[in-house]
Each structure stands twice: as C-alpha cells, then as structure tokens.
C-alpha cells in the first residue's frame, strides 16, 4: 500500500516562510512526476508546483519566485518551500505523485495540510 504523507504546514504571516514535506512510502518501482496542488475555501483544486523524474519544474504562476520544487529520489521525498507568503496563498496543499508498482503507474494524493497565511 502506497501512502503519501505530508508534513510541514502551519500559521504565518505574510511575508514568511514555510517548507512543505511529502513522503512516499511502500513497494512501488519509481516515481515519475510528484508535486503539489493547493485548494482555498470555494476555489477548486490548482497545481502550485511540480517535478518530472528527470527534474524537470513546473510552477503556478501565481508562485513563481516565491516557491521552490524540490525532490530526494534517495527519500522519496519532495519539498516546496515557500517564500514571501502571501495571504491569498492560505489553502489546504495536496501532494500527488504518479508512481509505478508492478501493474503500472497510478495516481495518489496525500491527505493535506493547512497553510495560513495571516495579514
């Protein structure tokens, strides 16, 4: 069983920082691409961040500058550290990460955690 969990979010006010955490865990050959999504209350689901397994970066670009993508392939961790936060960056961020097992690559998401941004 494959889990992706998620540390690192919390309260701070604009103009901070935060680095975000999400790690990979169980049997499954590789992952491809891995990042991070973000939802605000009434909004819908929107990419922030993310990384091909050949390093390869992808930003929001209401991000970029801001935050930094990161991956450990030895961990099978990924980062986003977040610069210069902003209130309208408050959210609940998702990690997700296409990773192959034995029957293919599938598609799974972490629980989240909550970012609060405050003036």
Request: charged share 15%.
């Amino acid at each position: 069983q494959v889990q992706l969990v998620e540390s690192g979010g919390g309260l701070v006010q604009a103009g901070g920082s935060l680095r975000l955490s999400c790690a990979a865990s169980g049997t499954f050959f590789r992952i491809n691409t891995i990042g991070w999504y973000r939802q605000a209350p009434g909004k819908q689901r929107e990419l922030v961040a993310a990384v091909t397994g050949g390093g390869s970066t992808n930003y929001a670009d209401s991000v970029k500058g801001r935050f930094t993508i990161s991956r450990d392939n030895a961990k099978n961790t990924v980062y986003l550290q977040m610069n210069s936060l902003k209130p309208e960056d408050t959210a609940i961020y998702y990690c997700n990460a296409d990773i192959v097992q034995w029957f293919g690559p599938r598609q799974y998401w972490g629980q989240g955690t909550q970012v609060t941004v405050s003036t």
